[in-house]
């Protein structure tokens, strides 16, 4: 069965400091690997995106990386803002089929 | 401006009286589908459609019906709603195996 776990389910940090959200996945075969941010009580909103070729991929403080091999993702969110507070989802594609990570839910702290 | 629009944002209704949440996206996406989030788990499909008249179900299908009568219109349909449908509803579109385009969501509670 395909699935995709995430960890931690939550996280505390203090603003300005460095995260990184795991990613581990079953899913086969491999098509794209998407990163969404929720914010609380809003829909989900593409990060980015990682495909098999892929290893790392920047979006201004947002990088995630990719191992094929192992089936693992990361993010990693540098200097973290009040705004980075909300949860965010790692969703595997196969095909036409999605799978969805559980989510971490990230608190940034003043 | 590209949206994916769902009525209503928030309900409160009985066990037993039927309701349709509708969802619209304005981007021509063929792709579209119904997920519903609880407190401490992940977002799950409900069902999903991958062109008009085309629809299959999801992870959690059960108390629900969709149709697809035309592209940009995906309405979920509860024809019994019971308390353990309590949920907040997301609805999506994409172009094929493109990124997710989500509706703001609609909490429903159901008495």
């Known amino acids: 069965k395909n699935q995709v776990e995430q960890s931690p389910q939550s996280l505390i940090i203090l603003e300005g400091k460095n995260c990184t959200l795991q990613c581990n996945y079953t899913v086969s075969p491999f098509s794209n690997l998407r990163w969404y941010k929720q914010d609380t009580g809003r829909g989900p909103v593409s990060l980015t995106i990682m495909t098999f070729s892929e290893n790392t991929k920047s979006n201004g403080r947002y990088t995630a990386t990719l191992d094929a091999d192992t089936k693992q993702s990361s993010l990693h969110i540098t200097a973290s803002q009040l705004s980075d507070s909300a949860s965010y989802i790692c969703v595997v594609r196969s095909g036409n089929m999605l799978t969805f990570g559980g989510g971490t839910r990230l608190m940034v702290k003043p | 401006e590209a949206q994916v629009t769902q009525n209503p944002r928030y309900l409160i209704t009985v066990t037993g009286k039927k309701l349709t949440v509708t969802c619209s996206q304005n981007?021509?996406?063929?792709?579209m589908s119904w997920y519903r989030q609880d407190p401490g788990l992940g977002l799950r499909q409900i069902y999903y459609?991958?062109?008009?008249?085309v629809t299959d179900k999801g992870d959690v299908p059960e108390g629900y019906k969709v149709s697809r009568k035309e592209k940009r219109n995906f309405p979920l349909i509860l024809e019994s709603p019971s308390p353990n449908q309590t949920s907040l509803y997301f609805c999506?579109?994409?172009w094929g195996g493109g990124e997710l385009f989500f509706g703001e969501g609609s909490r429903l509670t159901v008495l």
């Open positions: 981007m021509n996406h063929e792709y």
């Open positions: 459609s991958m062109n008009v008249e």
């Open positions: 999506a579109s994409s």
